[in-house]
């Protein structure tokens, strides 16, 4: 490790090789590892750090990447050339009792975060899986708990502290710096400066979280898919909805899994909240459960079963316009996966989709979200799971309205993220703030976007 004014930082022509790589890609969730080389790391455990590594990639005349909890799919905060900051080792944790607000440092994961707020009763509304960066996840969108009626977990942002592309520490929120806070909250991974804290609106956590599941034989997704799809729209509000397309250690073929998760107050309120769907499930299931007790912890060991660590991802997602005929444009994802550890999810996300979104940059969404999640571990099925992705995804594009951030790769297929204005004021207000793209934008074929951005063109 070299040292720059005390600053912890890993410079590739100094270190040895594995200093360096586990700098580089040691933090990197996905085990597909890119092929791009940062010139330095930056170890940053605190503001002042963040501060020093930009004024330096400033001198070096290099552009600058970041890393919060290294969880996105495409590894975007290794670029080649640039100054990586990795936050990893800076954390921060600070609940004002009063308000309720939560101060969080990015690397912060939803688990962190709500093992903390779980001692004073309240909740986050942060990513499913454990591990995900509160800093990539909140500058998306964040498809949280409940994210289909308890809105997008970056709703809960009341402000953040940036420093700039330039070094300066700015607070932004409604008021101060608005147009940062506005993109802030939509952006993703193309942010013009580095949010180095998010002020958080937390809630109270319900005190019974109950789930009910019900697995199809995969010849009966169609109707699995027809029936969830007829009730997910007007279904209670503290009830998140997924049908997973998987497989599972009991049988040889893959199934479909529709499961309802409630979070409520009493047992017989999410009994009640329930009860639907026990009444209307067609009686063509293998394997059922109803109102099962669980929690967020519980949870986020079966999020984590799920994605399981070490193992090499390809994914790819869209919003499919409301009035797709969704059973049939996704029966080919949800019957035809590449590999026993590979996942297809649908997520219900109505009411949110219909209601009036505030005025931030988040702004694509639509009833239905879709995700292809393939997993693998040797790298010899690199090109059988990523050719799928790419087949299937061929097919079911044509009926997307756009995309979500979060689970992108721009580097493979680009499409539409925002809608018009706000795709257009954003790239505005990106030049503003980092007009000689020092901070890396969105990374796409070859890092051309640069201060540009994307062109947010449907495809
Ligand atoms: C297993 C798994 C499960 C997931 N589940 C969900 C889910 O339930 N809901 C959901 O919405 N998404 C989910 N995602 C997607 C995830 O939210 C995104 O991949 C997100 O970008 C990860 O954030 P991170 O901070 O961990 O990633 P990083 O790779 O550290 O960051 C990604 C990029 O975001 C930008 N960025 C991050 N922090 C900052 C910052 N402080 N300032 C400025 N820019 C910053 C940078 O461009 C950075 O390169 C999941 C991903 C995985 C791997």
């Not at 360096?20 to 080389?37: D, L, Q, S, T």
């Not at 809960?156 to 806070?181: H, M, P, S, W």
């Not at 250690?249 to 998760?261: M, R």
């Amino acid at each position: 490790m070299g040292s720059q004014d005390s600053l912890p930082i890993i410079w590739k022509a100094e270190s040895t090789t594995e200093d360096y790589e586990r700098a580089r890609i040691g933090r990197v969730f996905n085990h597909r590892r890119p092929k791009r080389y940062p010139v330095a790391i930056v170890e940053a455990d605190k503001e002042e750090h963040i501060v020093e590594a930009v004024r330096l990639a400033q001198t070096k005349g290099v552009r600058i990447s970041i890393r919060s909890g290294g969880h996105s799919w495409a590894a975007w905060s290794v670029r080649d050339d640039a100054l990586l900051v990795d936050m990893g080792k800076y954390r921060q944790i600070e609940l004002d009792d009063e308000s309720g607000i939560v101060a969080v440092s990015p690397s912060t994961t939803g688990r962190q975060l709500n093992t903390a707020l779980r001692e004073k009763g309240l909740l986050f509304p942060g990513g499913h899986c454990p591990d995900v960066g509160l800093g990539g996840f909140l500058l998306q969108g964040g498809m949280g708990w409940v994210c289909r009626s308890w809105g997008w977990a970056c709703q809960y942002v009341k402000a953040i502290d940036v420093v700039t592309a330039d070094g300066r520490q700015l607070r932004c929120n409604e008021k101060e710096n608005n147009d940062l806070f506005w993109a802030a909250r939509g952006a993703g991974p193309g942010f013009p400066a580095i949010v180095t804290r998010f002020y958080l609106q937390t809630k109270p956590l319900p005190s019974h979280i109950r789930g009910s599941g019900y697995i199809f034989p995969k010849n009966n997704f169609k109707e699995a898919m027809n029936w969830v799809k007829s009730i997910a729209n007007t279904f209670d509000e503290d009830t998140e909805i997924v049908c997973v397309g998987l497989y599972l250690p009991d049988y040889a073929e893959s199934v479909t899994l529709v499961s309802f998760t409630t979070f409520k107050g009493s047992d017989a309120d999410a009994v009640t909240a329930l009860q639907p769907v026990e009444d209307s499930v067609p009686n063509l299931y293998l394997q059922k459960w109803f109102s099962r007790p669980t929690s967020l912890q519980q949870e986020y060991v079966q999020q984590g079963l799920a994605n399981p660590e070490d193992h090499r991802y390809c994914c790819d997602n869209v919003y499919l316009h409301n009035e797709s005929n969704v059973e049939d444009v996704l029966e080919e994802a949800f019957t035809t996966l590449p590999s026993r550890k590979s996942f297809t999810l649908w997520f219900s996300m109505a009411p949110t989709s219909r209601r009036p979104l505030p005025d931030m940059a988040l702004s694509m969404h639509s009833d239905h979200y879709l995700a292809l999640y393939t997993i693998w571990e040797d790298e010899k099925d690199d090109q059988l799971c990523e050719s799928w992705v790419r087949n299937v995804m061929n097919k079911i594009a044509p009926h997307s309205v756009g995309q979500y951030l979060g689970d992108s790769d721009f580097q493979v297929r680009n499409t539409k993220y925002w809608g018009e204005e706000q795709g257009k004021r954003l790239m505005q207000v990106r030049k503003k703030w980092n007009p000689e793209g020092r901070i890396c934008g969105y990374l796409d074929n070859g890092d051309q976007s640069g201060a540009e951005g994307l062109p947010n063109i449907l495809q």
